[in-house]
């Protein structure tokens, strides 16, 4: 049973750029939710996705934007970047009525030079 | 206020000693809590959940729940190096969508 999967693992843009990051829940999840966490903090909700729609979100501005797939894959997108988006971006997945919380994936390094 | 708070340590522990973490929550809400386990450079990784009142014990992990001080807390026995991690609390409140909240985690270092 293969759990949340993340690509890629680790990416290095320049300031300015777009960037999207993908991810897979595990089977059986139909919620993915994105977090980011810069280094030496907790996990930042971004923002939830369910059936497709975004229905939960951070404090997080517009430039960062996000997609949900008919078969639960998701992705992140954030426009003109900037230094201060450097950071592990985690996705999480989670299943409907669950209550033993996110599984997360591995996350993608992402740095803004 | 934070909705989670913890700690940020860190805390250091000898090896073998019990590491006990805290962490507290502002919403009275709240069904369902976590604990993750994240080594450096590593994605959390869930270690206990609880979501009734009173202790949860899983070999040496024990998760231990009070609502009405809106507190809860892990306690790890014969801690190893090992265990040498940054430990997350994590609060679940179902309000229509899943919303999941964390601290900002625990260093933990059990000292050999």
């Known amino acids: 049973d293969a759990g949340v999967t993340q690509s890629p693992t680790h990416l290095i843009k320049t300031r300015g750029q777009q960037v999207t990051l993908r991810c897979s829940p595990k089977?059986?999840?139909?919620?993915v939710s994105w977090y980011q966490q810069a280094l030496g903090q907790g996990p930042q909700f971004i923002f939830q996705y369910y059936e497709e729609e975004e229905r939960q979100r951070g404090n997080f501005p517009d430039r960062f934007s996000g997609h949900q797939f008919p078969n639960y894959s998701s992705e992140l997108n954030v426009n003109a970047l900037l230094l201060g988006d450097s950071a592990l971006y985690l996705c999480a997945s989670i299943g409907q009525g669950s209550e033993m919380g996110y599984t997360f994936g591995s996350g993608t390094r992402l740095t803004v030079v | 206020q934070k909705e989670v708070e913890q700690n940020s340590g860190p805390l250091s522990v000898p090896e073998g000693a019990i590491a006990s973490l805290n962490c507290t929550y502002s919403?009275?809400?709240?069904?369902?809590f976590f604990w993750y386990r994240q080594y450096s450079g590593k994605s959390p990784e869930l270690i206990m959940f609880?979501?009734?009142?009173g202790d949860k014990e899983d070999g040496r992990f024990t998760a231990q729940l009070n609502k009405a001080s809106q507190y809860v807390s892990l306690l790890i026995r014969d801690s190893q190096p090992s265990d040498s991690a940054t430990y997350l609390c994590?609060?679940?409140?179902?309000?229509?969508?899943?919303?999941?909240?964390f601290g900002t985690g625990t260093k933990l270092q059990v000292i050999p």
């Open positions: 089977s059986g999840h139909d919620t």
């Open positions: 919403d009275r809400g709240s069904q369902s």
């Open positions: 994590a609060v679940l409140r179902l309000r229509g969508y899943q919303k999941v909240t």
């Open positions: 609880i979501y009734s009142n």
